[in-house]
Every structure is written in structure tokens, then in C-alpha cells.
T-cell receptor, first 114, second 117 residues
Framework: NAGVTQTPKFQVLKTGQSMTLQCAQD?????MSWYRQDPGMGLRLIHY???????DQGEVPNGYNVSRSTTEDFPLRLLSAAPSQTSVYFC?????????????FGQGTRLTVV | AQKVTQAQTEISVVEKEDVTLDCVYE???????LFWYKQPPSGELVFLIR??????QNEISGRYSWNFQKSTSSFNFTITASQVVDSAVYFC??????????????FGDGTTLTVKP
């Protein structure tokens, strides 16, 4: 079982560039989320999805877009990278149907915007 | 709105000491779920425990134990006889039940535990 797979693991962007962080899960989970982790802080929710075709904003959505066309994939798009988006990004998935089981996390993507 | 507070930013103990990590939460829901995750220096996030709001039984798993008290909105985590391998950042998280919020978890800022040999 691959679990939750994030790519790339590391990325350096120039200010203003755009890119997509990929996230895929093979556990048939309904719920998927994107978090960012900054030094000394917990995980802050960027966007989340409770199923294919359904997405919603989290705590810090500005500058990011998401879509959920399939159950398996939940890509995160940075529209115009800014140094403030330098962070470690985690994708997570969990079972839905109100069970609120634990989240399975990807290995993280360390993004640096210069 | 939901909130999780981990007041202890950093804790340092000597191996074999017991240590308790505090977690206080706020939610208006009557049904919710609480979690603890561990993030070792390698960076991955590892699930430790899940507890729902209707189950106030304490739980013990090896050297780990959890004390859930709804009356004080706390879900504390104790490591008994700590080991160097327990050194990590520990996160407490809260998830609401209802579908409109069910995909969201709110995390505390984490407690960095250092266990010295």
C-alpha cells in the first residue's frame, strides 16, 4: 500500500512562478486536506475536500487553488508564488461518512520561494 | 469555531522520567474527535490515538497513556519512563463531527519534547 503520496519532496520557486503540488491516495478515502507547517507552528488547514467534486476553504486559503476531480487525487496549485508561501506542505486523507478517523499524511513537500 | 491549545512549547526531560503533554480544546459541537500525532525529527506525521467525545475512558498503550476529561476540555498525553526515541514534536488535534466540518481538523501548535540520555 502506497498510502498518501506527495510529489515533489522538495521545490524551489522564484517569486511569481506557479506550480502544482501533487497528492494521491490509494485507500479510497473520502476526505482529503492540505496543510502547511511553518516553524514553531502547528499545521494550518489550507483547503479540504469531503469527496470528489467538493472542496472548501480552510484557515489560510489565499494564494492557493484546489480541485478534486477524482477520489484519489487532490492537487494544490500555487497561483503566483510569494516568499510567505515558503513552508512544508502536507497532504492528508481520512475515511469519511462521519467516522472522523485519523488522518494519513504524506511525507510532505518542502517549498522554498526566493 | 474550534481551537486547540498546547501551552507547553518545549519540554526537556532526562531519560526514564515521566512527562505529560497538555492539550486543551474548544468546540461548540457535542460530538467531536480528538487526536494525538507524533512528528519525529525525520518529519513525517504519525498517528497515535483517536478519541471521540462520548468515550471518556482513559487509555494506555505501553508507555503511553491518555487522560480525556470533558469537564475541563482536556486531552492530556503522558509518556512513562521516557526514552530518547520519544524526542519529537507532538500535536493534539480536534475534528468536528458534522459533515460540513468533518473534513477539517484543527491542530495545536505542538509541543517539542526532548529526552536527554
Amino acid at each position: 500500500n502506497a498510502g498518501v503520496t506527495q510529489t515533489p519532496k522538495f521545490q524551489v520557486l522564484k517569486t511569481g512562478q506557479s506550480m502544482t503540488l501533487q497528492c494521491a491516495q490509494d485507500m479510497n478515502h473520502e476526505y482529503m486536506s492540505w496543510y502547511r507547517q511553518d516553524p514553531g507552528m502547528g499545521l494550518r488547514l489550507i483547503h479540504y475536500s469531503v469527496g470528489a467534486g467538493i472542496t472548501d476553504q480552510g484557515e489560510v486559503p489565499n494564494g492557493y487553488n484546489v480541485s478534486r476531480s477524482t477520489t484519489e487525487d487532490f492537487p494544490l496549485r500555487l497561483l503566483s508564488a510569494a516568499p510567505s508561501q515558503t513552508s512544508v506542505y502536507f497532504c492528508a486523507s481520512s475515511y469519511g461518512q462521519g467516522q472522523n478517523t485519523e488522518a494519513f499524511f504524506g511525507q510532505g513537500t518542502r517549498l522554498t520561494v526566493v | 469555531a474550534q481551537k486547540v491549545t498546547q501551552a507547553q512549547t518545549e519540554i526537556s526531560v532526562v531519560e526514564k522520567e515521566d512527562v505529560t503533554l497538555d492539550c486543551v480544546y474548544e468546540t461548540r459541537d457535542t460530538t467531536y474527535y480528538l487526536f494525538w500525532y507524533k512528528q519525529p525529527p525525520s518529519g513525517e506525521l504519525v498517528f497515535l490515538i483517536r478519541r471521540n467525545s462520548f468515550d471518556e475512558q482513559n487509555e494506555i498503550s505501553g508507555r503511553y497513556s491518555w487522560n480525556f476529561q470533558k469537564s475541563t476540555s482536556s486531552f492530556n498525553f503522558t509518556i512513562t519512563a521516557s526514552q530518547v526515541v520519544d524526542s519529537a514534536v507532538y500535536f493534539c488535534a480536534l475534528s468536528e463531527h458534522y459533515n460540513t466540518n468533518a473534513g477539517k481538523s484543527t491542530f495545536g501548535d505542538g509541543t517539542t519534547l526532548t529526552v536527554k540520555p
